[in-house]
């Protein structure tokens, strides 16, 4: 009888072993912002057809459970909780703008899972009266933070501007917790590196109910006689933000803008000639990581992966693979530390979690980004210099 009640015990242990690691993602797959969370998924898909194809995790397939936050607070959590308490899943990667990881952040504490999270760059680094998701969760021991925070975009969207010359900037911002921090930061980096900015104006974002008329604000920008308009907004945003300035004759020198993602079909509009955007990843980067991603996307989903977080999404999950394999197991401390020593790879070439301002597991920084300029229909990387496809044309 014990050697029957040993032969169960084991067999038991053997399946339990034997069991999936399940990853749950939290994406927008619908709403205003399923453009770029259909790209996450894009990501996401072809690194676990990789990964798999490479032996698993701990020896069996990778499975991953897909909820849609519909980039919506109310959806967001429910879509949360329900894989905490009805998947049970341990690791949470994907993410997407910073109000659902603000509205989740109780509810992170509460069940604290492993979090990897590639969207949401809101810090209140540099503002006296605001909070965001590196003060509220970026000490956590159990959270990772994978996208550049909002002061590291910034930075590298200063350096940008300073590259050009221009000696005005007028910003425009989406009024969430992305966009308000976000314009006061960039507002503040381009006065300390010597330039003017006469104008700092808050509009609603399409993604929160805003109408998409942005005149009064595009106006504003028109009468301060900037050189260059600065937006932060979303995917939804670009297409009547850049057909109104058109429509406004609006002709700085430069136009800038700095949603999480651009709509693929916009760089055929007319609109878009000579309009620059800062992006974390474009095809035609010429590292062997990048090339091997875009022929594998393009192989998979029959497109190139023209919205950076498919490559953020894909690098997430290969970080999380690789660390649990080198861990041995999915307990959540051994996952942790093997994601904090790892150096991993991406399109974006290697990367590691080190320290920020607050947060000791923080991702890619400002060296991620590229500023690319749609140049007959064309998205050319024009910054840094050494990664240049194409010169920097103004639009007047």
């Not at 894009?42 to 519909?70: K, M, Y």
């Not at 090339?291 to 997430?316: G, K, T």
């Amino acid at each position: 009888m014990k050697k029957v009640l040993a032969t169960f015990a084991a067999l038991a242990l053997t399946a339990a072993l034997a069991q999936p690691v399940q990853i749950g993602i939290l994406s927008p797959l619908t709403g205003g912002a399923a453009g770029t969370g259909q790209a996450q998924l894009a990501g996401f898909q072809l690194a676990l057809e990789e990964i798999n194809a490479a032996g698993g995790v701990l020896g069996e397939d990778l499975e991953i459970i897909v909820e849609d936050t519909q980039a919506n607070v109310a959806v967001g959590l429910a879509a949360f909780e329900k894989l905490m308490t009805e998947d049970g899943v341990e690791i949470i990667a994907g993410g997407y703008s910073s109000g659902v990881p603000l509205g989740l952040v109780e509810s992170f504490r509460t069940f604290q899972p492993l979090v990897t999270w590639i969207g949401g760059a809101s810090s209140g680094i540099g503002l006296d009266d605001f909070d965001g998701i590196e003060e509220l969760l970026g000490e956590e021991p159990w959270f990772f933070h994978i996208h550049p925070w909002d002061y590291q975009n910034t930075e590298a969207s200063t350096g940008f501007i300073a590259s050009t010359g221009a000696s005005a900037v007028a910003v425009l911002h989406e009024d969430s917790a992305f966009g308000g921090p976000g314009g006061a930061a960039a507002q503040q980096l381009v006065i300390d590196a010597g330039m003017a900015s006469p104008l700092r104006e808050s509009f609603t974002s399409t993604l929160f109910g805003g109408t998409g008329d942005f005149r009064a604000a595009i106006n504003r920008a028109k009468a301060s006689d900037a050189d260059m308009l600065y937006w932060i907004g979303y995917d939804g945003d670009v297409v009547p933000m850049a057909s109104q300035i058109r429509e406004l004759d609006y002709r700085p020198q430069y136009i800038f803008g700095a949603p999480p993602g651009w709509p693929a079909e916009f760089a055929q509009s007319p609109e878009a000639e000579c309009v620059t955007g800062l992006i974390g990843y474009l095809p035609n980067l010429p590292n062997p990581e990048a090339i091997q991603f875009r022929d594998a996307y393009v192989a998979m989903h029959n497109s190139e992966p023209n919205n950076y977080m498919a490559a953020l999404a894909y690098a997430n999950l290969w970080a999380l693979a690789d660390a649990i394999n080198a861990a041995g197991t999915t307990e959540q401390s051994a996952v942790a530390a093997e994601l904090e020593s790892g150096t991993f790879t991406s399109p974006m070439g290697d990367w590691s979690f080190s320290q920020s301002v607050l947060s000791p597991r923080q991702g890619f920084g400002a060296e991620m980004w590229l500023v690319f300029q749609y140049q007959g229909g064309v998205q050319e990387i024009v910054y840094p210099a050494h990664l240049a496809t194409a010169p920097l044309a103004t639009c007047n």
